[in-house]
């Protein structure tokens, strides 16, 4: 195998990708190596390295700043991933490019297989679903994951950290908590997530779309319970509604991914989420001293 180009190194998933993928043919590269919105930095990085694969897990994945500005997020999601295609497609490089759950919600409750209709119910959304027909029809070879609610050691610098962390940070303030009880999903540690696509991109999977996530559903109450429950918490913590928040993005009720094409394979499921948050924890040092 040849040269194999990370994007977004940085990030959760880049991060632990990094470590999957460590090896003398890896290149990651992160913002400061390459900002994917520089079209012509791209063409030129794809060119020189002249990779047999090329990871993308960069994003703009603030779903809330997306709905009042939306170009960032379909600079970054959309426009940057139609020029990073075209430039795989040009130098013979398989793309595997990351997508979400959030690109479905607008046409009934989940779980999804990966042939279900997409309809966005948010601009970030529709910029990421936009990200997956650029791949698509680029002509490149591909492989498109969507996964859902994704937490990681390194954190998003994007969305200041991740859900687990922005938990522990309130029950360490003491303030009131309140988390929806009406939008459920299938919370993914991105180690596993990596370690999945390490195995993946070796069973060499026929292209399109596969759907990757830890096993189970949760709501985000219930995913913040469970948080509270490990690392032995007791805040004053309630579940609300989607209304009563009132986030400015409208979120799908039901986006669980079925991980359908990933089991044909004869791959083995994910493990299960309170397992994964619990290796995660455990990787943190939140569950120290219990
Ligand atoms: N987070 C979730 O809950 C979730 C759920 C489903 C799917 N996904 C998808 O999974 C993938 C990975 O998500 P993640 O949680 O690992 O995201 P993340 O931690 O926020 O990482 C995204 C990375 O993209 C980089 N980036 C942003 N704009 C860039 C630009 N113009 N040029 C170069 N790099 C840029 C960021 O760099 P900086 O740190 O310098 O900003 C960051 O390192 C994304 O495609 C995301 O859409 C995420």
Redesign the pocket.
């Known amino acids: 195998m040849g040269p194999i180009l990370l994007?977004?190194?940085?990030?959760?998933?880049?991060t632990d990708l990094s470590a999957a993928l460590a090896g003398p043919q890896l290149v990651p590269l992160?913002?400061?190596d390459?900002?994917?919105?520089d079209s012509e930095a791209v063409e030129r990085t794809v060119a020189a390295i002249a990779p047999t694969v090329v990871l993308?897990?960069?994003?703009?994945?603030r779903v809330d700043d997306a709905e009042s500005d939306a170009r960032p997020a379909f600079?970054?999601?959309a426009v940057?991933v139609h020029d990073l295609a075209r430039a795989c497609e040009r130098h013979g490089a398989r793309l595997v490019h990351?997508?979400?759950?959030?690109v479905f919600g607008g046409a009934g409750p989940g779980p999804f297989s990966e042939d279900a209709a997409p309809a966005p119910l948010n601009a970030y959304g529709v910029s990421?679903l936009a990200g997956e027909y650029a791949v698509r029809s680029a002509g490149t070879r591909h492989l498109v994951i969507?996964?859902?609610?994704?937490?990681?050691v390194?954190?998003?610098?994007?969305?200041g950290g991740?859900f687990v962390e922005t938990m522990l940070r309130l029950a360490r303030e003491q303030k009131p908590i309140r988390v929806v009880d009406d939008q459920v999903l299938a919370p993914?540690y991105?180690a596993d997530l990596a370690e999945a696509v390490r195995r993946f991109l070796a069973a060499d999977p026929p292209g399109g779309i596969y759907h990757l996530t830890n096993s189970g559903v949760c709501s985000w109450f219930e995913f913040a319970r469970r948080i509270f429950a490990l690392c032995g918490l007791r805040p004053d913590v309630a579940p609300t509604t989607s209304e009563a928040l009132g986030a400015p993005a409208r979120r799908p009720a039901n986006s669980v991914l079925a991980n359908t094409r990933w089991a044909a394979l004869g791959l083995a499921p994910l493990r299960p989420w309170p397992e994964a948050l619990e290796a995660y924890l455990q990787a943190k040092s939140h569950l120290t001293g219990q």
């Open positions: 994007l977004g190194a940085s990030g959760q998933l880049g992160a913002r400061r390459l900002d994917v919105t993308n897990t960069t994003a703009f994945n600079a970054v999601n940057s990351f997508s979400t759950d959030y990421k969507r996964s859902s609610g994704l937490y990681g390194a954190g998003s610098s994007g969305k991740n993914t991105t």
